[in-house]
């Protein structure tokens, strides 16, 4: 059964910084991505990266936000800079399978901007 699971969610000052994991248990994706769902508001994509292009990201979040994968580790990271209070959520990795484009998602993890 393939598994991903989220950890380094947190309570951050503005301003602060935190790195997201998400640990998979199969190296089956063609892309990976980061989504968040904030309080009332439906999930949105943040970050993605795929097997034969570079990464991409929502306008809200370029610039500070980095999405990097290490396939040996089965590890991908979002490291988010400069965090504002309105990248409050919780926020979910996702995997599509090469075969079968089938997404795998993890259980999330909450990140909490406030002062």
């Known amino acids: 059964q393939v598994r991903l699971v989220e950890s380094g969610g947190g309570l951050v000052q503005p301003g602060e910084s935190l790195r997201l994991s998400c640990g998979f248990s199969e190296n089956i994706f063609i892309t990976m991505a980061w989504y968040r769902q904030a309080p009332g508001k439906q999930r949105e994509l943040i970050a993605t990266?795929?097997?034969?292009?570079?990464?991409k990201y929502a306008e809200d979040v370029k610039g500070r936000f980095t999405i990097s994968k290490e396939n040996a580790d089965k590890m991908l990271y979002l490291q988010m800079n400069s965090l504002k209070p309105d990248d409050t959520a919780v926020y979910y990795c996702?995997?599509?399978?090469?075969?079968?484009?089938?997404?795998?998602w993890g259980q999330g993890t909450q990140v909490t901007v406030s002062s």
């Open positions: 990266t795929t097997v034969s292009s570079g990464p």
């Open positions: 996702k995997g599509r399978s090469i075969v079968g484009n089938r997404d795998y």
